[in-house]
Every structure is written in C-alpha cells, then in structure tokens.
C-alpha cells in the first residue's frame, strides 16, 4: 500500500524559499501521477503542482508558475516542491498525493483532488513578517 509523508514545512518571511519533501514507499510510482495540493483555511483544496511519472509532464497553477519547481528524486524515493518568492498568499496547509495515470491529461487531472487516491497528512506553510 502507498504511504506518503510530507515535510519541510514551517514559517518564513515574504520572499523567502522553502523546500518541501513527500516520501512515498509501498510502491515505485510508476505510471503514477504525482501532486501538491494545498489548502488555506476556510478555502477549498487546490492543486499547486503536479508531476507524471509516465511521461514526465509537469503541471503548475498560474499562481505558483515562475516561482515553484516540481522534481523528483528516485535514489531517495521522494518528490520535492521547492517553493521561491513566497508571499502570504501561498500560507496553506500543504498536501502530496498520488494516483495511478497512465495517460494524464495533468492540466486536468491536477485540479481534482477527487481524482486522486493515496494523501499525506499535509504539512503547514506559514508566511508571514
């Protein structure tokens, strides 16, 4: 069965980096796809970045693009969200997911958190001065 951890989370100042990590065993992930999700409080879950292991495709939502970077490390078994210019926008609870996808369309796929079966526990992002 595939489990997920993330980390990394924490509080930083606007304009600041972070550098998220979701651990996954139980599975190689193949054909899988891979997502952060995150969620604010009192807004619905979006999708922030994804990632196919079929093809190598690559999602971001026009809110994260140009300043979040989405890979993954296969020695290691994890896949990472390196997180620049942050502001207080992006203050959420922050969620890896994954799903088998042989064939994603990712830019349909990555925003239906629906859609995906194994999460996380979520790990919080706070930005603030």
């Known amino acids: 069965q595939l489990q997920l951890v993330e980390s990394g989370g924490g509080l930083v100042q606007p304009g600041g980096s972070l550098r998220l990590s979701c651990a996954y065993s139980?599975?190689?992930?193949?054909?899988?796809?891979i997502a952060w999700f995150r969620q604010a409080p009192g807004k619905e879950r979006e999708g922030v970045s994804c990632?196919?292991?079929?093809?190598?495709?690559?999602y971001y939502a026009d809110s994260v693009k140009g300043r979040f970077s989405i890979s993954r490390d296969n020695a290691r078994n994890t896949v990472a969200l390196q997180m620049n210019s942050l502001n207080v926008d992006d203050t959420a609870v922050y969620y890896c997911?994954?799903?088998?996808?042989?064939?994603?369309?990712?830019?349909?796929?990555?925003?239906?958190?629906?859609?995906?079966?194994?999460w996380g526990q979520g790990t919080q992002v706070t930005v603030s001065s």
């Open positions: 990632f196919s292991n079929s093809d190598g495709g690559k």
């Open positions: 997911a994954a799903t088998p996808a042989p064939s994603p369309i990712l830019s349909r796929l990555c925003i239906k958190p629906s859609d995906f079966s194994s």
């Open positions: 139980g599975s190689n992930l193949d054909y899988y796809a």
